[in-house]
């Protein structure tokens, strides 16, 4: 069973950055595919970023050249690196984490998830 923790949330104001993380315990990180989602409150949860054991990344369109994700195996943590926030980046923001092989959109093929962190984006 694999425990997802995130933190990193907060208000900042447009144009800012924030960076989340996101600490794994209780499985075999390296081989985990890693990835972040945003919900908000009343709307459907959307995919953000994924990373696999690689290092490969997948992106959602609205995040392109404005979010990173990255892993650190050494300390089972994920990253998610976001700049250039805008109004419409406020969600909560949550870790998710597959034992698959291949990297997916599909927030249903995913079996572990964290709390969630919010974050807020003022104009």
């Known amino acids: 069973q694999v425990q997802l923790v995130e933190s990193g949330g907060g208000l900042v104001q447009a144009g800012g950055s924030l960076r989340l993380s996101c600490a794994a315990s209780?499985?075999?990180?390296?081989?985990?595919?890693m990835s972040w989602f945003r919900q908000v409150p009343g709307e459907v949860r959307e995919f953000v970023a994924a990373?696999?054991?690689?290092?490969?990344?997948l992106y959602a369109d609205f995040v392109k050249g404005r979010f990173t994700i990255s892993r650190d195996n050494a300390k089972n943590t994920v990253y998610l690196q976001m700049n250039s926030l805008k109004p419409e980046d406020t969600a909560i923001y949550y870790c998710?984490?597959?034992?698959?092989?291949?990297?997916?959109?599909?927030?249903?093929?995913?079996?572990?998830w964290g709390q969630g962190t919010q974050v807020t984006v003022s104009s």
């Open positions: 990373i696999n054991r690689s290092g490969n990344t």
């Open positions: 998710a984490a597959s034992e698959r092989v291949l990297m997916t959109r599909e927030g249903r093929l995913y079996d572990y």
């Open positions: 209780g499985g075999t990180f390296s081989r985990l595919i």
